[in-house]
């Protein structure tokens, strides 16, 4: 059984910085493609980070890229999101998925419990 298990949330004030961090289980973790979502309240889910096998090439939404870094443990089945530079828009509930590589994909449409990220100005 696929599971997501997200940490790592809290309150920062803009500027700060967080990790999140995602432990994963029920697959064969390191030949699966990750990736970080978020949704806002009233807004649609969107990406955030995903990051590949092999090499973990990471690719990164246009609204985090420079302040955000998706890296991965395959040792320990973890995947982890670097929050730097924060902001306020950057509030959310945060969570990891399965996702087919190179694209939003969520493979088997596991999703973990979310971790929130709130960030006042």
């Known amino acids: 059984q696929v599971q997501l298990v997200e940490s790592g949330g809290g309150s920062v004030q803009a500027g700060g910085s967080l990790r999140l961090s995602c432990a994963a289980s029920?697959?064969?973790?390191?030949?699966?493609?990750m990736g970080w979502f978020r949704q806002a309240p009233g807004q649609e889910r969107e990406g955030v980070a995903r990051?590949?096998?092999?090499?973990?090439?990471?690719y990164y939404a246009d609204s985090v890229k420079g302040r955000f870094t998706i890296s991965r443990d395959n040792a320990k089945n973890m995947v982890y999101l670097q929050m730097s530079s924060l902001k306020p828009e950057d509030t959310a509930m945060y969570s990891c998925?399965?996702?087919?590589?190179?694209?939003?994909?969520?493979?088997?449409?596991?999703w973990g419990q979310g971790t929130q990220v709130t960030v006042s100005s």
């Open positions: 029920g697959f064969t973790f390191d030949r699966k493609c």
């Open positions: 998925a399965v996702v087919v590589c190179g694209s939003w994909s969520r493979w088997k449409g596991y």
């Open positions: 990051i590949a096998t092999g090499d973990g090439s990471a």
